[in-house]
């Protein structure tokens, strides 16, 4: 059976005066994800109130799990310490296939 894709929200709430600098720790750290294997979608933008939302696609539970614990999560750690207000909140979800391919998973 072939693994299953899986797809993450990470939602980082920006500190006072701080979303500048949290929005381009965030885009510092784009590339190394991007070249991690399994990697299908790994992208930020802005929300209200100071929110920047993260969309991930992942290949498999596999590797999102090595992704979590790989060297490009430990360096945004580093890059994001101090510039949020409360910790990440991260929501893994499993798609649910409905429509046409194209318009109904992400």
């Known amino acids: ?10 939602i980082f709430r920006a500190a006072d005066g701080k979303l500048d600098q949290l929005r381009q720790a965030l885009v510092e750290s784009i590339p190394a994800v991007h070249a991690e294997d399994g990697c299908e ?9 100071d929110h920047i939302y993260m ?22 750690g580093e890059r994001v310490n101090g510039l949020t207000a409360a910790p990440t909140e991260v929501i893994v979800m499993d798609p649910i296939a409905a429509g046409t391919p194209a318009q109904g998973l992400l």
């Open 1 to 10: 059976m072939a693994e299953k894709p899986v797809v993450v929200v990470a």
């Open 41 to 49: 979608l790994y992208a930020i933008h802005d929300a209200p109130d």
């Open 55 to 76: 969309l991930e696609k992942w290949t498999s539970r596999a590797a999102l799990d090595a992704h979590s614990a790989g060297e490009p999560v430990r360096q945004l």
